[in-house]
């Protein structure tokens, strides 16, 4: 069946340090691939998303690339900030009358000063 | 628009107790989902509706019941709690059915059974 695989966490890294979060994904059709916030005490927000291979989702600073080949969606930015502190997941939807999302288990990212 | 809004946002029940959990969406959206997350996971569908008077069932649908007689509400009925059903509960909704179209989710319901 179709599943989406993160980096375990947690991450810590320092303020303006470079992030990278892996996922991967397996698909037998040609999903959607989501990756979704959650802040603490928070329900999930959309970060950003691609909807076909090679598109790139971006907002806030943060990155992803819908990269078909290595089935893959990581999760960049080049600078974070401690408001970056939060649980991040990966996600595919194959829409349709169901449209469930199918999530990673997320990925903890703990920001320093 | 208040969005996905959900209610109560903590609860503790004992064992075999029931309860409902609240979901209310003000963007007039046709598609609605309850969720759970537990510890260390991502989230599991539960149960999803299309439309008012339309649910089925998802991935871990046993223990818990649905009715959607409303665009706007999509409550989530627990029958005889069990200490598995420990989590916290998060309800979605989605205006298409394209892949493209994002959810938007309420803030959860943190629920411990004891």
């Known amino acids: 069946g179709d599943s989406v695989t993160q980096m375990e966490g947690p991450v810590t890294l320092s303020e303006e340090a470079f992030l990278t979060i892996n996922c991967t994904y397996t698909?037998?059709?040609?999903?959607?691939l989501f990756w979704y916030v959650q802040y603490p005490g928070e329900g999930l927000q959309l970060l950003l998303k691609?909807?076909?291979?090679?598109d790139k989702g971006s907002n806030k600073g943060f990155e992803a690339t819908y990269r078909k080949e290595t089935t893959s969606f990581h999760l960049e930015k080049g600078s974070v900030q401690v408001s970056d502190s939060a649980v991040y997941f990966c996600a595919l939807n194959y829409g349709g009358s169901q449209g469930n999302l199918i999530f990673g288990k997320g990925t903890k990212l703990s920001v320093k000063p | 628009n208040a969005g996905v809004t959900q209610t109560p946002k903590f609860r503790i029940l004992k064992i075999g107790q029931s309860m409902t959990l609240q979901c209310a969406q003000d963007m007039n959206h046709n598609y609605m989902y309850w969720y759970r997350q537990d510890p260390g996971m991502g989230l599991k569908l539960i149960y999803y509706s299309v439309g008012a008077g339309i649910t089925d069932k998802g991935e871990v649908p046993n223990g818990y019941n649905v009715s959607r007689s409303t665009t706007e509400d999509f409550p989530l009925r627990l029958e005889l709690a069990a200490p598995s059903q420990t989590s916290v509960y998060f309800c979605?909704?989605?205006f298409g059915q394209g892949k493209g179209y994002e959810q938007y989710f309420g803030p959860g319901t943190r629920l411990t059974v004891t």
């Open positions: 979605a909704s989605r």
């Open positions: 691609a909807t076909k291979a090679d």
């Open positions: 698909a037998t059709g040609y999903p959607s």
